[in-house]
């Protein structure tokens, strides 16, 4: 069974504009890691975001927000005033156990395109 | 220079020839992992080193064989290797018992085409 699934492989939306990219996880272990990385069309994969099982709170960090609902097993991104600079692919990621050099696990990835 | 650094940033190698990857990180940190990402599919782990350790190793062939001389470089030497081993190579590193969860921070990758 996907781990990890991300349902849209492309989106488009106008600069400014606020996008959010859908992300759902499965697992059974109760403390697990997710990330959000961004890969443009260079290819290095760029750190945005982290949130923990058990962080009470949404992950932000600058425009990038996770939309966390653990009951829903859903870790959605959200980026707010979108620029023309964040048209990239965008990848979720999964660690199971909440630390230690264990592997991640990705989605499929999400293209996003911004229109000026 | 900052962060994780790879090299060579491309390679064409025939079937036949024998190569290596580089990779450097800057950040202090403890353990090392490659990637191979091929068109269509998603991420694959392939080796986990922590603290020069080899920790994972998933069911990679024996075609590629890394090697983690000390904390800051990991290597991946290539032979004999297939047209569908084409591919962008990932390293990453981390820090265990770091902040945001040991996040993985990559270099810029090496692609790599089989003739």
């Known amino acids: 069974a996907q781990k990890i699934t991300q349902t849209q492989p492309g989106m488009f939306v106008q600069e400014k504009e606020a996008v959010t990219l859908d992300c759902t996880y499965d697992?059974?272990?109760?403390?697990?890691?997710l990330f959000w990385y961004k890969q443009p069309s260079s290819g290095e994969m760029i750190f945005l975001i982290y949130q923990g099982s058990y962080d009470e709170q949404n992950a932000t960090e600058g425009r990038y927000s996770l939309n966390f609902q653990k009951a829903r097993k859903s870790a959605n991104l959200v980026i707010s005033a979108s620029q023309l600079g964040d048209s990239a692919m965008y990848f979720c990621?999964?660690?199971?156990?909440?630390?230690?050099?264990?592997?991640?696990?990705f989605g499929q990835g999400t293209r996003l395109t911004i229109n000026p | 220079e900052t962060g994780v650094t790879q090299t060579p940033r491309h390679l064409v190698m025939g079937m036949t020839n024998k190569k290596s990857l580089k990779c450097e990180q800057h950040l202090g940190h403890n353990a090392m992992y490659w990637y191979k990402q091929s068109a269509k599919k998603p991420l694959e782990l392939m080796f986990v080193?922590?603290?020069?350790?080899?920790?994972e190793n998933n069911s990679v062939p024996s075609r590629f064989s890394p090697e983690c001389p000390n904390s800051s470089h990991l290597f991946l030497h290539l032979h004999t290797l297939q047209p569908e081993d084409s591919a962008l190579y990932l390293c990453?590193?981390?820090?265990?018992?770091?902040?945001?969860?040991?996040?993985?921070?990559f270099g810029p990758g090496t692609r790599l085409t089989v003739l």
């Open positions: 080193y922590s603290l020069e350790e080899r920790v």
């Open positions: 990621a999964m660690r199971e156990g909440l630390q230690g050099a264990q592997k991640l696990v």
């Open positions: 697992t059974s272990d109760q403390s697990y890691g």
């Open positions: 990453a590193s981390s820090q265990r018992g770091g902040i945001n969860g040991d996040t993985q921070y």
